[in-house]
């Protein structure tokens, strides 16, 4: 009873495993100057950090179509697929959990939706831990189960520059913005319950990139994890926050990814993101 998995484009999944998996990836829409395009198809994070950085750009972010969901659920079950598990960013940050709920509608018991309750590979260590199961040729409620709990085993933390890029886009409160960044502090930010709200604020950038490394190895516990570190446009900042922690895990670290995030998250966190992901394995 093979069983498809769904996700959205939100996930980013490293370069490296795209072709390792069996996913089917619904993008989110940019608009940017009121010229919409597909998040990693049509439009890239570059062209949103270029967008971002001239003060009269306008960029905003919308959600899949629930038609969009529905083409892709009918596309798999019509090629051979007995049930879908349909994997995505929080219901707290985006509209996309709740288009896909509403295209799984007409698909009765076959289509199970899940909400990962945060974005990135947060999302998309779900995902990956669900296309696992499926591989493996486990049945529906068993795929869900994976997807699930691998979604609570992750933890996202992140820094940004400023909190201004959230709080326009209405994913930060006006007094959390407030507090991240009286007195020029630098905010960490964690997603809690599928919101983002402060963790911890610092003086610097850089006291901000070492505390983000910190948080990480806190929340890795003491069993094995994987990492994933998120930037945009900053490779080399990526690269040494991952080598800091995997000098700080050690032996154990299983895996460990640097992916650029897309489009969508760039426009609303804004240029400077940072960002690490622990996937704790049990």
Do not use: W
Not at 59 to 68: H, N
Not at 171 to 194: C, E, M
């Amino acid at each position: 009873m093979p069983v498809a998995v769904v996700t959205d484009s939100t996930a980013y999944l490293p370069a490296e495993l795209r072709g390792s998996y069996e996913l089917t990836v619904v993008p989110l829409t940019v608009i940017i100057n009121g010229a919409d395009g597909l998040e990693g198809i049509e439009i890239q994070p570059a062209e949103v950090a270029r967008a971002l950085g001239e003060r009269r750009a306008a960029v905003s972010t919308s959600r899949p179509a629930p038609a969009q969901f529905a083409a892709a659920y009918r596309e798999l079950l019509d090629g051979g697929a007995d049930g879908i598990v349909s994997v995505h960013l929080s219901s707290r940050l985006s509209g996309t959990h709740e288009a896909a709920e509403l295209a799984a509608a007409e698909f009765g018991s076959r289509v199970e939706v899940v909400d990962s309750h945060t974005t990135g590979m947060g999302l998309g260590f779900a995902a990956l831990a669900a296309s696992a199961a499926a591989r493996q040729g486990q049945d529906l409620v068993s795929v869900r189960r994976e997807a699930v709990e691998n979604a609570e085993r992750v933890s996202t933390l992140f820094y940004v520059d400023t909190l201004e890029f959230l709080r326009r886009g209405g994913r930060i409160g006006a007094a959390s913005a407030l507090l991240g960044t009286a007195l020029s502090v630098k905010p960490i930010l964690h997603v809690v319950d599928g919101a983002i709200v402060v963790k911890d604020r610092v003086r610097t950038a850089g006291r901000a990139l070492a505390k983000l490394v910190d948080l990480a190895v806190e929340a890795s516990g003491e069993g094995a994890v994987d990492i994933a570190v998120h930037h945009l446009q900053a490779p080399d900042r990526a690269a040494a926050l991952a080598d800091q922690v995997i000098m700080r895990l050690g032996d154990r670290l299983r895996d460990c990814y640097i992916t650029e995030i897309g489009a969508v998250v760039a426009a609303h966190v804004g240029p400077g993101v940072a960002g690490i992901v622990v996937h704790r394995r049990a």
